[in-house]
Each structure stands twice: as structure tokens, then as C-alpha cells.
Nanobody, 121 residues
């Protein structure tokens, strides 16, 4: 089992920045990648970014490319999502997940509870 706890969400004005953290505990040696997904109000959950734990290879959704940066600290079992130039359409519940990698939810076995990010215009 892997437990994931997100933190760092909040309310920010458009153009501002936030950094989300995802602390993993439990059998952390079992996951290959960590990803961030988000669910905007009234919409389906969507892929944001993923980082491969062994070599830090990353992949981003087109909507966040150039504005968001995913990273990790292996020693702390923690992943991060630095979000810059935030837009109102970035408003969502952001969740981290661990699994085999890629853009699809089915590839991720463990999920955090999520943290709310609200971007005001």
C-alpha cells in the first residue's frame, strides 16, 4: 500500500503561482511514476503532468506546458507541481497518483484525497 497526501492548494489571483506537494508513504519502492490530475468543477478528471521516479522524465498536458513544472525529491518521497501564470480555468481539485506512468488514470494504483486550487480573475 502507498498513502499519498497533497498540500499547498489555495486561492490565488490570475497570473499568480502555487506549489503543490505530494508526500508518499508506505511501500514507496513499488511505484514507477507520480502524476498530477485535476478535476475542474462539473467536468471529468484530466491529466496534468507525470514524472518518472527513476530518471525524472516528464510529460505534460498541452494546457499546462510552459506554465507548470513537475518535480520530485526521492529522499523525501515527495513530488511537487509548481504552477505559474495561473488562469481561472486552472481552478480544480488537484490529486496526485502513483503507478506505472502515462496520461491515463487506469495506469495509477494509488491516489491522494486532493487539494483545491481556485484561481480568481
Amino acid at each position: 500500500q502507498v498513502q499519498l497526501v497533497e498540500s499547498g492548494g489555495g486561492v490565488v489571483q490570475a497570473g499568480g503561482s502555487l506549489r503543490l506537494s505530494c508526500l508518499a508513504s508506505g511501500r514507496t519502492s513499488r511505484f514507477y511514476s507520480m502524476a498530477w490530475f485535476r478535476q475542474p468543477p462539473g467536468k471529468e478528471r484530466e491529466f496534468v503532468a507525470t514524472v518518472r521516479w527513476v530518471d525524472s522524465a516528464t510529460e505534460y498536458a498541452d494546457s499546462v506546458k510552459g506554465r507548470f513544472t513537475i518535480s520530485k525529491e526521492n529522499a523525501k518521497n515527495t513530488g511537487y507541481l509548481q504552477m505559474n501564470s495561473l488562469k481561472p480555468e486552472d481552478t480544480a481539485v488537484y490529486s496526485c497518483a502513483t503507478g506505472s506512468g502515462g496520461r491515463y488514470e487506469w495506469a495509477y494504483d494509488y491516489w491522494g484525497q486532493g487539494t483545491q486550487v481556485t484561481v480568481s480573475s
